[in-house]
């Protein structure tokens, strides 16, 4: 989310305090934008790297879940509550009405879509349609959920503007991601001639490494990074 102000810029895990300058309807879209791109270049990526080992296809395809569903997700929010990012992209626009259905709408559709690609993405992990297949698939798409609402709740909580941005901008950017739930519906659909993976298993050196990327998260952006 972008705040803009006279103040330096201020970076957190939940906004960025704008140093101010004449105000463009494309830099609080940037941040849309640049999620969506990222995941599209991981399906790119998971596309060209088939032979890549399951645990990096895996990592692919939370980055393109989580980038995919929030900028298809955020706008949801912004045109209903008129808060965030994208209700300062359609402001002053009229009539408000249609501009903020325009969001919605648009939104909703662009979500399904992504819901479609990571449930044709994920449809390899899955193997078969088993009840012991699906119960795994539900146990790698929930963990990542709620670890994200976790996350995003610890990383804001410093942050300088109070409870108000946690409750209203870092968790609802987070539970954007609830497709990830809901994704075992569309890979039943998405085509079953796909080979299966091998199980991933857990690694103690991906966990450490995790571990210290979120104590940097939230000692390095929990207050804010102050940038002239």
Request: with cysteine; proline share 6%; aromatic share 12%.
């Amino acid at each position: 989310m972008l705040i803009l102000g006279p103040k330096p810029t201020l970076i957190t895990t939940c906004y960025i305090s704008s140093g101010g300058g004449e105000e463009s309807r494309w830099i609080p879209a940037a941040g849309g934008l640049a999620n969506a791109s990222v995941g599209l270049i991981a399906l790119l990526c998971l596309r060209v790297l088939k032979l890549a080992a399951p645990i990096w296809r895996y990592f692919l395809v939370l980055a393109a879940a989580f980038n995919l569903f929030l900028a298809a997700g955020y706008p949801a929010y912004s045109g209903v509550a008129l808060f965030g990012d994208w209700a300062a992209v359609i402001s002053g626009l009229q009539p408000s009405w249609l501009w903020r259905g325009v969001l919605i709408l648009s939104a909703f559709a662009t979500y399904y879509f992504s819901l479609v690609l990571i449930g044709r993405s994920i449809r390899p992990f899955l193997g078969s349609d088993d009840s012991q297949s699906l119960q795994r698939l539900r146990f790698m798409t929930r963990i990542p959920f709620l670890t994200a609402l976790v996350v995003a709740f610890l990383g804001a909580i410093p942050n300088p503007q109070g409870w108000r941005m946690v409750f209203s901008a870092a968790l609802p950017s987070a539970f954007a991601s609830f497709g990830l739930t809901r994704l075992r519906h569309y890979a039943l659909s998405s085509s079953k001639n796909d080979e299966p993976l091998k199980s991933i298993r857990r690694s103690s050196i991906w966990i450490a490494f995790a571990m210290i990327v979120l104590a940097l998260f939230i000692a390095v952006l929990g207050r804010g990074l102050r940038l002239p």
